[in-house]
Protein backbone atom coordinates (compact mmCIF):
# COMPACT_ATOMS: atom_id res chain seq x y z
CA UNK A 1 0.00 0.00 0.00
CA UNK A 2 1.48 3.77 -0.88
CA UNK A 3 0.55 5.96 1.50
CA UNK A 4 -0.44 9.61 0.12
CA UNK A 5 3.17 11.23 0.82
CA UNK A 6 1.81 14.92 -0.44
CA UNK A 7 1.66 16.27 3.00
CA UNK A 8 5.16 15.06 3.99
CA UNK A 9 7.83 17.26 4.21
CA UNK A 10 11.00 15.18 4.43
CA UNK A 11 13.43 17.53 5.90
CA UNK A 12 16.83 17.68 7.98
CA UNK A 13 15.92 18.65 11.39
CA UNK A 14 18.09 21.08 13.36
CA UNK A 15 19.77 19.85 16.30
CA UNK A 16 18.48 21.09 19.71
CA UNK A 17 21.13 20.84 22.49
CA UNK A 18 18.40 21.59 25.60
CA UNK A 19 17.90 17.79 27.22
CA UNK A 20 14.57 17.42 28.19
CA UNK A 21 13.75 14.35 30.45
CA UNK A 22 11.43 12.05 28.70
CA UNK A 23 9.84 11.61 32.22
CA UNK A 24 8.75 15.10 32.84
CA UNK A 25 5.73 14.04 30.63
CA UNK A 26 4.49 11.27 32.18
CA UNK A 27 2.16 12.57 34.70
CA UNK A 28 1.27 9.51 36.57
CA UNK A 29 3.27 7.42 34.98
CA UNK A 30 1.09 4.61 33.82
CA UNK A 31 1.96 1.21 35.10
CA UNK A 32 2.77 -1.47 33.15
CA UNK A 33 -1.31 -2.54 31.83
CA UNK A 34 -1.59 1.35 31.71
CA UNK A 35 -4.25 1.33 34.32
CA UNK A 36 -2.45 4.26 36.05
CA UNK A 37 -0.69 4.57 39.35
CA UNK A 38 -2.91 5.28 41.93
CA UNK A 39 -5.87 4.07 43.28
CA UNK A 40 -8.41 6.18 43.51
CA UNK A 41 -12.05 6.75 42.05
CA UNK A 42 -10.20 8.61 39.56
CA UNK A 43 -6.78 8.17 37.79
CA UNK A 44 -5.13 9.90 35.73
CA UNK A 45 -2.63 8.18 33.43
CA UNK A 46 -1.14 8.90 29.80
CA UNK A 47 -1.35 6.87 27.09
CA UNK A 48 0.23 7.82 23.25
CA UNK A 49 3.36 7.83 21.56
CA UNK A 50 4.97 11.02 24.19
CA UNK A 51 8.52 10.73 22.54
CA UNK A 52 10.45 13.73 22.85
CA UNK A 53 12.88 12.99 19.80
CA UNK A 54 11.45 15.23 17.72
CA UNK A 55 12.89 18.37 20.47
CA UNK A 56 16.27 16.88 20.19
CA UNK A 57 16.13 15.32 16.73
CA UNK A 58 17.72 12.20 18.08
CA UNK A 59 20.17 10.28 17.09
CA UNK A 60 23.54 9.83 18.32
CA UNK A 61 26.27 7.61 17.12
CA UNK A 62 28.48 5.33 19.08
CA UNK A 63 31.91 4.78 17.15
CA UNK A 64 34.03 1.91 16.31
CA UNK A 65 37.72 3.57 15.60
CA UNK A 66 40.10 1.21 16.63
CA UNK A 67 40.24 -2.48 16.83
CA UNK A 68 39.11 -2.67 20.82
CA UNK A 69 36.32 -0.44 20.82
CA UNK A 70 32.48 -2.63 20.48
CA UNK A 71 28.59 -1.04 20.59
CA UNK A 72 26.18 -3.57 22.73
CA UNK A 73 22.53 -3.16 22.28
CA UNK A 74 20.50 -4.90 24.68
CA UNK A 75 17.25 -5.71 24.93
CA UNK A 76 14.82 -7.85 26.72
CA UNK A 77 13.52 -10.28 23.96
CA UNK A 78 9.44 -10.43 24.08
CA UNK A 79 9.44 -13.15 21.88
CA UNK A 80 10.46 -16.83 22.35
CA UNK A 81 11.84 -18.32 19.09
CA UNK A 82 14.84 -19.21 16.62
CA UNK A 83 16.29 -15.40 15.39
CA UNK A 84 17.42 -15.83 12.13
CA UNK A 85 18.49 -12.36 10.58
CA UNK A 86 19.06 -8.81 12.40
CA UNK A 87 18.84 -5.68 11.45
CA UNK A 88 21.21 -2.37 12.83
CA UNK A 89 21.66 0.95 11.20
CA UNK A 90 25.11 1.70 10.99
CA UNK A 91 27.60 3.06 8.03
CA UNK A 92 31.64 3.79 7.51
CA UNK A 93 32.39 7.27 7.84
CA UNK A 94 35.70 6.84 6.76
CA UNK A 95 36.92 3.70 4.78
CA UNK A 96 35.25 0.36 4.15
CA UNK A 97 35.47 -0.79 7.68
CA UNK A 98 34.94 -4.66 8.45
CA UNK A 99 32.46 -5.57 11.45
CA UNK A 100 31.81 -8.36 13.20
CA UNK A 101 27.60 -8.57 14.65
CA UNK A 102 25.52 -10.83 16.22
CA UNK A 103 24.03 -12.02 19.18
CA UNK A 104 25.27 -12.63 22.59
CA UNK A 105 24.18 -12.78 26.24
CA UNK A 106 23.68 -10.80 29.21
CA UNK A 107 26.17 -11.58 32.45
CA UNK A 108 24.82 -8.73 34.88
CA UNK A 109 23.77 -6.36 32.08
CA UNK A 110 26.85 -6.84 30.43
CA UNK A 111 27.52 -9.07 26.91
CA UNK A 112 28.84 -12.30 28.04
CA UNK A 113 31.30 -12.61 25.50
CA UNK A 114 30.21 -15.68 23.53
CA UNK A 115 28.29 -15.54 20.04
CA UNK A 116 25.60 -18.17 20.81
CA UNK A 117 25.54 -21.05 19.13
CA UNK A 118 28.16 -19.19 16.94
CA UNK A 119 25.88 -16.50 14.78
CA UNK A 120 28.15 -13.56 14.33
CA UNK A 121 29.03 -12.52 10.71
CA UNK A 122 31.43 -9.91 9.31
CA UNK A 123 30.05 -6.81 7.67
CA UNK A 124 31.34 -4.88 5.55
CA UNK A 125 29.93 -0.94 6.19
CA UNK A 126 30.00 1.38 3.14
CA UNK A 127 29.24 5.43 3.06
CA UNK A 128 25.67 4.71 2.75
CA UNK A 129 23.70 5.20 6.03
CA UNK A 130 20.75 3.39 7.13
CA UNK A 131 19.48 0.08 8.31
CA UNK A 132 21.60 -3.59 7.18
CA UNK A 133 20.06 -6.12 7.32
CA UNK A 134 22.15 -9.36 8.04
CA UNK A 135 21.21 -13.11 8.13
CA UNK A 136 23.08 -14.62 11.26
CA UNK A 137 25.87 -17.58 10.90
CA UNK A 138 23.27 -19.65 12.71
CA UNK A 139 20.12 -19.82 14.31
CA UNK A 140 19.97 -18.56 17.90
CA UNK A 141 17.62 -19.65 20.85
CA UNK A 142 15.84 -16.80 22.18
CA UNK A 143 13.62 -16.97 25.47
CA UNK A 144 10.84 -14.41 25.96
CA UNK A 145 11.73 -12.25 29.17
CA UNK A 146 15.49 -12.93 29.17
CA UNK A 147 18.33 -10.34 28.18
CA UNK A 148 20.50 -10.42 25.44
CA UNK A 149 22.60 -7.94 23.65
CA UNK A 150 23.53 -7.74 19.48
CA UNK A 151 27.51 -6.38 19.87
CA UNK A 152 29.18 -4.99 16.88
CA UNK A 153 32.78 -5.36 16.92
CA UNK A 154 35.46 -4.66 14.67
CA UNK A 155 36.54 -7.56 12.72
CA UNK A 156 40.05 -6.19 11.50
CA UNK A 157 43.10 -4.77 13.03
CA UNK A 158 44.26 -2.35 12.04
CA UNK A 159 40.24 -1.50 10.80
CA UNK A 160 39.95 -0.14 7.83
CA UNK A 161 38.12 3.15 8.39
CA UNK A 162 35.84 3.74 11.36
CA UNK A 163 32.34 2.59 12.03
CA UNK A 164 29.29 4.05 13.34
CA UNK A 165 26.44 3.05 14.75
CA UNK A 166 23.20 4.78 14.96
CA UNK A 167 21.38 4.73 17.98
CA UNK A 168 18.66 7.56 19.99
CA UNK A 169 19.82 10.52 21.78
CA UNK A 170 18.34 9.54 25.00
CA UNK A 171 16.33 6.85 27.21
CA UNK A 172 12.63 6.09 25.71
CA UNK A 173 13.31 7.35 21.90
CA UNK A 174 10.78 5.78 19.60
CA UNK A 175 8.83 2.83 21.30
CA UNK A 176 8.60 -0.66 20.18
CA UNK A 177 5.55 -2.34 19.95
CA UNK A 178 4.01 -3.03 23.48
CA UNK A 179 1.67 -6.16 23.51
CA UNK A 180 0.44 -5.95 26.56
CA UNK A 181 -1.25 -2.76 26.16
CA UNK A 182 -0.44 -0.79 22.88
CA UNK A 183 -1.45 2.09 23.83
CA UNK A 184 1.43 3.50 26.26
CA UNK A 185 4.60 2.93 26.06
CA UNK A 186 6.62 -0.55 26.07
CA UNK A 187 8.73 -0.81 29.66
CA UNK A 188 11.77 -2.50 28.60
CA UNK A 189 13.77 -1.18 31.75
CA UNK A 190 16.92 -3.05 30.20
CA UNK A 191 16.80 -1.57 26.98
CA UNK A 192 20.20 0.44 26.43
CA UNK A 193 23.52 0.66 24.31
CA UNK A 194 26.59 -0.63 25.74
CA UNK A 195 30.26 1.18 24.36
CA UNK A 196 33.57 -0.60 25.13
CA UNK A 197 36.04 1.88 25.03
CA UNK A 198 38.71 -1.00 24.76
CA UNK A 199 38.82 -1.18 28.80
CA UNK A 200 35.86 -1.76 29.84
CA UNK A 201 31.41 -1.33 29.03
CA UNK A 202 29.87 1.85 30.02
CA UNK A 203 26.03 1.96 29.48
CA UNK A 204 25.47 5.16 27.47
CA UNK A 205 21.52 5.40 28.21
CA UNK A 206 20.80 5.95 24.76
CA UNK A 207 17.95 3.53 23.25
CA UNK A 208 19.19 1.49 20.33
CA UNK A 209 17.29 1.11 16.67
CA UNK A 210 17.27 -2.18 15.79
CA UNK A 211 15.39 -5.28 14.35
CA UNK A 212 15.09 -8.95 15.19
CA UNK A 213 13.81 -11.44 12.70
CA UNK A 214 12.72 -15.23 13.84
CA UNK A 215 12.63 -17.95 11.43
CA UNK A 216 8.74 -17.92 11.74
CA UNK A 217 8.83 -14.15 10.38
CA UNK A 218 7.91 -12.56 13.38
CA UNK A 219 10.11 -9.47 14.53
CA UNK A 220 10.89 -7.33 17.30
CA UNK A 221 12.87 -4.16 17.82
CA UNK A 222 12.85 -0.49 17.33
CA UNK A 223 12.48 0.38 13.87
CA UNK A 224 12.37 3.86 13.99
CA UNK A 225 14.26 6.21 11.36
CA UNK A 226 13.59 9.77 11.85
CA UNK A 227 11.55 12.21 13.25
CA UNK A 228 9.70 14.14 10.70
CA UNK A 229 6.77 17.09 9.85
CA UNK A 230 3.41 16.70 8.35
CA UNK A 231 1.98 20.11 6.94
CA UNK A 232 -1.06 21.33 8.64
CA UNK A 233 -3.36 23.93 6.28
CA UNK A 234 -6.15 24.74 4.64
CA UNK A 235 -8.05 21.16 3.83
CA UNK A 236 -5.35 19.65 4.81
CA UNK A 237 -5.57 18.30 8.17
CA UNK A 238 -3.08 15.93 10.11
CA UNK A 239 -3.45 13.99 13.44
CA UNK A 240 -3.27 10.57 14.84
CA UNK A 241 -5.93 7.63 14.46
CA UNK A 242 -6.30 5.28 17.63
CA UNK A 243 -8.41 2.03 18.67
CA UNK A 244 -8.42 2.58 22.78
CA UNK A 245 -8.02 -0.40 24.41
CA UNK A 246 -10.04 0.09 27.60
CA UNK A 247 -13.06 2.88 28.23
CA UNK A 248 -10.96 6.41 29.23
CA UNK A 249 -12.71 9.72 29.42
CA UNK A 250 -9.79 12.44 27.80
CA UNK A 251 -9.20 15.48 29.70
CA UNK A 252 -5.76 16.73 27.55
CA UNK A 253 -4.45 16.41 24.29
CA UNK A 254 -0.62 17.63 23.58
CA UNK A 255 1.41 17.46 20.07
CA UNK A 256 4.81 18.25 18.98
CA UNK A 257 4.61 20.86 16.47
CA UNK A 258 5.71 24.12 15.22
CA UNK A 259 5.52 26.29 12.13
CA UNK A 260 7.09 26.10 8.98
CA UNK A 261 8.49 29.69 8.54
CA UNK A 262 6.56 33.00 9.02
CA UNK A 263 3.16 33.32 11.59
CA UNK A 264 0.36 31.31 9.84
CA UNK A 265 -2.45 33.36 9.09
CA UNK A 266 -5.10 31.24 11.21
CA UNK A 267 -4.78 29.56 14.60
CA UNK A 268 -4.17 26.10 14.96
CA UNK A 269 -7.40 23.82 15.94
CA UNK A 270 -7.90 20.53 17.22
CA UNK A 271 -10.84 18.00 16.20
CA UNK A 272 -11.67 14.98 18.50
CA UNK A 273 -13.37 12.82 15.67
CA UNK A 274 -15.47 9.48 16.67
CA UNK A 275 -15.92 6.13 14.71
CA UNK A 276 -18.35 7.54 12.43
CA UNK A 277 -16.23 10.64 11.81
CA UNK A 278 -18.52 12.70 13.85
CA UNK A 279 -16.49 16.01 15.65
CA UNK A 280 -16.87 14.84 19.34
CA UNK A 281 -14.73 17.95 20.53
CA UNK A 282 -12.84 21.17 18.71
CA UNK A 283 -11.45 24.11 19.85
CA UNK A 284 -8.11 25.86 19.99
CA UNK A 285 -4.50 24.87 19.88
CA UNK A 286 -2.57 27.07 19.53
CA UNK A 287 -2.62 30.96 18.67
CA UNK A 288 -0.40 32.32 15.33
CA UNK A 289 2.48 33.55 17.29
CA UNK A 290 2.73 31.46 19.61
CA UNK A 291 4.66 28.96 17.92
CA UNK A 292 8.07 29.48 16.03
CA UNK A 293 9.71 27.00 14.02
CA UNK A 294 11.41 25.49 16.55
CA UNK A 295 9.86 22.06 17.59
CA UNK A 296 7.91 22.27 20.89
CA UNK A 297 5.17 20.45 23.17
CA UNK A 298 1.60 22.44 23.32
CA UNK A 299 -1.02 21.06 25.25
CA UNK A 300 -4.39 22.01 25.63
CA UNK A 301 -7.19 20.56 28.60
CA UNK A 302 -10.45 20.07 26.67
CA UNK A 303 -13.67 22.27 28.20
CA UNK A 304 -14.90 18.84 28.93
CA UNK A 305 -13.86 15.60 29.16
CA UNK A 306 -14.41 13.11 26.15
CA UNK A 307 -15.14 9.21 26.80
CA UNK A 308 -14.01 7.36 24.18
CA UNK A 309 -14.71 2.91 24.24
CA UNK A 310 -12.53 0.41 24.02
CA UNK A 311 -11.90 -0.59 20.78
CA UNK A 312 -13.82 2.23 18.60
CA UNK A 313 -11.86 4.20 15.93
CA UNK A 314 -10.85 7.42 17.09
CA UNK A 315 -8.54 9.95 15.64
CA UNK A 316 -7.49 13.31 16.90
CA UNK A 317 -6.22 15.68 14.48
CA UNK A 318 -4.74 19.36 13.97
CA UNK A 319 -6.44 22.10 11.10
CA UNK A 320 -5.84 25.47 10.16
CA UNK A 321 -8.45 26.07 7.05
CA UNK A 322 -7.27 30.10 6.74
CA UNK A 323 -3.47 28.68 7.11
CA UNK A 324 -1.26 28.81 3.40
CA UNK A 325 1.03 26.43 2.29
CA UNK A 326 3.80 28.94 2.59
CA UNK A 327 3.19 29.60 6.27
CA UNK A 328 2.09 26.05 7.79
CA UNK A 329 1.93 24.80 10.46
CA UNK A 330 4.03 21.56 11.11
CA UNK A 331 3.03 18.57 13.27
CA UNK A 332 5.80 15.89 14.00
CA UNK A 333 5.79 12.15 13.77
CA UNK A 334 8.18 9.12 13.36
CA UNK A 335 8.78 7.30 10.38
CA UNK A 336 9.32 3.57 10.62
CA UNK A 337 11.54 1.91 7.74
CA UNK A 338 11.68 -1.62 8.16
CA UNK A 339 8.35 -2.67 9.83
CA UNK A 340 5.93 -0.53 10.92
CA UNK A 341 3.75 -3.39 12.65
CA UNK A 342 6.22 -3.59 15.35
CA UNK A 343 6.91 0.16 16.76
CA UNK A 344 4.23 1.78 18.65
CA UNK A 345 1.07 0.69 18.96
CA UNK A 346 1.74 -1.30 16.13
CA UNK A 347 -1.21 -0.71 13.01
CA UNK A 348 -3.75 -0.05 15.90
CA UNK A 349 -2.33 3.37 16.27
CA UNK A 350 -0.85 5.91 12.77
CA UNK A 351 -0.59 9.32 11.80
CA UNK A 352 -3.74 10.11 9.82
CA UNK A 353 -4.18 13.02 7.42
CA UNK A 354 -7.41 14.43 5.28
CA UNK A 355 -6.72 16.21 2.12
CA UNK A 356 -10.41 17.24 1.77
CA UNK A 357 -11.25 19.22 5.20
CA UNK A 358 -11.98 16.35 6.90
CA UNK A 359 -14.53 14.38 4.78
CA UNK A 360 -12.24 10.96 4.10
CA UNK A 361 -9.21 10.01 6.28
CA UNK A 362 -6.05 8.24 5.22
CA UNK A 363 -4.09 6.30 7.70
CA UNK A 364 -0.34 6.42 7.35
CA UNK A 365 0.37 2.80 9.31
CA UNK A 366 4.18 3.29 8.30
CA UNK A 367 4.26 6.55 11.12
CA UNK A 368 2.80 7.70 13.88
CA UNK A 369 2.31 11.48 15.65
CA UNK A 370 4.63 12.00 18.33
CA UNK A 371 1.29 12.98 20.83
CA UNK A 372 0.17 11.99 23.97
CA UNK A 373 -3.01 12.20 25.79
CA UNK A 374 -4.16 12.51 29.44
CA UNK A 375 -7.11 10.54 30.19
CA UNK A 376 -8.81 9.17 33.20
CA UNK A 377 -11.03 6.00 33.95
CA1 LIG B 1 1.74 2.69 14.86
Given amino acids: MKNPRAALILVAVAILAASIAGAVFLLGQPNNDGNGGGSGNQTLSVVGFPVDA???????????????????????????????????????????????????????????????????????????????????????????????????????????????????????FGQPFNPINPDIIWNDTAMSV????????????????????????????????????????????????????????????????????????????????????QILANGVFAEPGQLTAWQCWVEVELPSPVALKAGETYRIVLLSPGSSLENAYLLYGHEFCYNSSIGYGGHRHAITSSFDGGERWADNYDADAIFRLTVSN
Avoid: C
Avoid at 102 to 128: A, H, K, R, T
Avoid at 130 to 140: H, P
Avoid at 201 to 223: L, R, S
Avoid at 227 to 245: I, K, R, S
Fill in 54 to 172: GLHNGKDVMWIRTPDQKVSIRFTARISGTASSLAFYAFAYEGQPTVRVGIQGDSEGLPDGEWINDNSVLVQLNQITGFRAVDLASGVQIQSGEEYHIVVEAAEDPLNGSAGVFVYYANG
Fill in 194 to 277: LAHSGQSWVEKNKWPIFVIKYTNGAMEGQPYSLAAPWVVWGDTYVGQTFVPTKDYKITKIAFDVSTKQAAPQDKLYYQIRGPNN
